[in-house]
Structures are given as C-alpha cells and as structure tokens.
C-alpha cells in the first residue's frame, strides 16, 4: 500500500461516478431494477461525513484504486443485522497489494469508533480473504440467485 493513501468519498467528489460504476457493475445485478444512474445516486447518498454511512477508497495519486463502505444495512433480508462492511472492490491491476485488506482495516476502525463492537458482510466467494482478517461464518444462504456467506467481525473495545 506504498503511495495509496485511504480516504473518504464526499458526495460531490468528481470520483462519485467512476466508484459507483465499478459497484454497480461488480453487484448491480443484486438489485433488480436499479440502473447506473439510480445507482449512483443511492451510492452518492452513501457518502457520509462519518461513521454510518460511510464511503472509502484507496487512491493512487489522484485515481481511485479501491473501495470499501460501512453501511446501516446492505441485505434487505437480513434487516435486524447492523451495521455492513459493503462493496469492498479493487480495480483487477491493482490487486495482490493489500488494498482490500487496508479498505477493511479502515471501515473496521470507523465502525469502532462509532461505537460499534460488531458488524457484518456478506460474500459468495471471498471466505478466506475475510477469515484471514478476523472475520467468522455467520450463516450461509441464498440471496437473490447467490449462495452467499454472512460473516461477523467482533470488534475490539
């Protein structure tokens, strides 16, 4: 992560359309009738001044990298769960470099110091990324044609 600096996304950052289309291409398909721009309006919503919600991305110079959010809910099934760590993408050339894993570290102290002491994701394919990173199996399921995992990560006091 040598010269990537984590940052948050304010909603009138000129990056708001460039992330919200790498998120609406990696999971629009999760939200049926949602199209790019509907996207990136709610992902524009998204981008809080701090703790819930929460957008972050990794940049390189003045290019986005990566991102990651923390949102209040991120399954509309799983509603009683809160709060997310959510959309966590890292642009495929920029991989192997633990951006991911400095995206997470970064929602993970924000949900922290928002007084949180858990919270949740969900992944069809990335178990042992986040396993890796202190998260546990919650409960796995089909959601919208997937079969995912929920994970939970306790968080430290």
Same mark, same amino acid.
């Given at each position: ?22 998120? $609406? ?63 966590? $993408? ?25 007084? $949180? ?41």
């Amino acid at each position: 992560m040598r010269d990537l600096i984590i940052v948050r996304l304010s909603p009138d950052s000129p990056h708001v359309a460039t992330v919200a289309s790498w998120t $609406f291409a990696e999971w629009g398909h999760l939200h049926p009738g949602s199209t790019a721009e509907s996207y990136r309006e709610a992902f524009r919503r998204e981008c809080g001044e701090g703790g819930v919600p929460s957008v972050f991305v990794a940049m390189a110079g003045d290019r986005p990298v990566g991102t990651a959010s923390l949102l209040a809910e991120d399954m509309d099934s799983r509603r009683e769960l809160t709060p997310w760590l959510a959309s966590v $993408f890292v642009l495929p050339e920029w991989r192997g470099r633990g951006i991911a894993a400095g995206l997470i570290r970064r929602v993970e102290e924000e949900a922290a110091a928002s007084g $949180f002491d858990h919270f949740y994701l969900f992944t069809p394919d990335q178990q042992g990324l986040y396993r890796r990173l202190g998260w546990q199996d919650h409960e796995e399921l089909s959601y919208r044609g997937e079969e995912i995992t929920i994970m939970l990560r306790q968080l430290e006091a």
